[in-house]
């Protein structure tokens, strides 16, 4: 390890301030390689301002309760989304999917809507936009937010036509959080259906008791059939429906699965549901002028004042051979009824048909438990969150994404402190209520692969660091996220081993460095070296990682 001078002298940088700060391992020190600042640099103009939309609701756009259709602000936030990719690209877009989207509140006639959607992060051949919406109250001047969402576009390329989109380059630390995360939520989106696969394998999904499933328990029957609940609706799509590239457009089509939605979910108890929540818009294929699109509708479940209904939409055209529609989107909405005082009434329970009914019955249970620990670990605020959160199936890439999520909320705000400079080595530090945080920034003549890899190796980190004596690997939550249970040396005059749990999380750059992030798990401070199953473990959400972010510097030859 001749040629890695520079990197032990990292190493023993941070060595030197764990043991000056007389911190065992056990409290999981804030503690980062970090760039001091954020710097914009390279060829080509930065990204502008973010697209904006303003409507004023008006009664053509309202339901029969004077309040804005949730499937109009569903097109409008679409069409803010795709101009601000196109914006982006120079090139036509296509809605690829749209993510959960939660309402915090409704809209009445005569309040304005703003809609404002900025590019995220650029793929390949795709981009994430994230869109935001608030209500204006022209009459008190009242703002608040109504809900963000973060869709999906792909760019619609000419036949031999090859794409490389150039990068987002953030102006901002808002913008520069966002940025790294999206590579995070890109992740999630892609191992969403196999966290819901293998959630349904859990005992408790598999064998879901028979009196739920539909079966006579001997008591009275108030459940509702779920049949009964069925809506299906044909539209024919006409040039007033396509998009400017002659497409079918994509709010339009997720208004028209809003309908249907609310059609169904006001059968299950005979009166108006609102739309709470979306479960991810998912385009499997285009449709066009001429198709006619079947829309079909079913409540999958009830939960107390909560119910889901999943919704599928078909296509078909006159010209097509004969043979099976084609599967365009799908989509799971959650609505709730409304009670004249405002609280929300309690449902009827759902009786399943055999065979499908009781598969989407035990699906809609596993999507629920994803959607409320996804929603409960990416809306929850440091000062609100527990000690923990237990690690599950449900959640595991979700709090991955915390753990990532923690470390770049932290690298990006501002307010650090220069301490010290010293061999080449930059100190900061910053205060944020209980916590105190250190970062390091020093150049090492390595290539950034390599360090990686050393940072990384928790197996033989013992070699070079004094409070890591054997580590082992408890779970492998993928290629990049494992749970390690570390023993360290003895601290104070108990002369106990130290032992504690951690998760770490390491990325590969998409177009910036390395990132490694290890944050601390529960049960921690153990007394002796068990190896223990991940369901007995925990996530502390209300601490940040300790880390390194390697960002390699080009070559001036």
Known sequence: MDGCSPVRGAIQALRVLQTGRCVDPCSMTNLETLPASLTVSGEGPLDGEPVEMSQLVLPCHANHRGELGPGQLLKWMDITGCLAAEKHAGMLCVTASMDDIHFEQTIRVGQAVLIKARVNRAFNTSLEVGISVRVDDLESGRQEQVCKAYSTFVVRKNHKQKVQLRAVRPTSSEEWQEHKLAAERRRMRLTHSDTLIELLRDANLANVPERVLGEDDGGPDTSVPGETTRVQSVELVL???????????GGQI???METVASLAASHLCGEHATLRAIDMFQFRGPSAV???????????????TVMEVGVCVEAWNSDDPPGPTRHINSAFLVYSVKKPSGEFRTLPRIRPALGDGQRRYREAIARKKIRLERKFIFSCKPSQAPLSVPWETSNQAYLSYNNVSALTSLAGCGGWEHVSTKNGITLWSIEDGIFLSFRIQMEATVPAEQAFLLLSDLHN??????HYQKCSRILAVDDDDAIFHVQGPAVGRDEMVRDFVVLMSRRRPCDDGFLISIKQLLPSCLTSPVILPASQLSVTLSSSPAAFSLNTIPSCD
């Not at 040039?239 to 457009?249: L, V």
């Not at 001429?290 to 107390?304: E, K, P, Q």
């Open 254 to 256: 997720m208004a028209w």
């Open 239 to 249: 040039p007033p429906h396509a998009n400017h590239q002659g497409n079918t457009f």
């Open 461 to 466: 980190r013992h070699l070079w660091d004094k």
């Open 290 to 304: 001429g198709d006619r699109l079947t829309l079909r509708a079913i409540v999958n479940n009830s939960f107390h």
